[in-house]
């Protein structure tokens, strides 16, 4: 799923994570710490701005 993300394919890579991803398994609250990761990430915010 990050390697989708870091390729520009993060819609793809949210559609894996909803199919996959136990729902009863704190799903929400995951998908909330990985986009506050991300928007922490100068990796990833240097890669949105380059596309």
């Known amino acids: 799923m990050v390697d989708l993300i870091y390729f520009g394919e993060e819609k793809r890579a949210?559609?894996?994570f909803d199919k996959y991803y136990p729902k009863d398994y704190q799903k929400e609250e995951n998908r909330k710490e990985i986009k506050s990761i991300l928007r922490q990430s100068k990796f990833y915010q240097a890669?949105?701005?380059s596309n």
Do not use: G
Request: net charge positive.
């Open 47 to 49: 890669l949105k701005r």
């Open 14 to 16: 949210w559609e894996i």
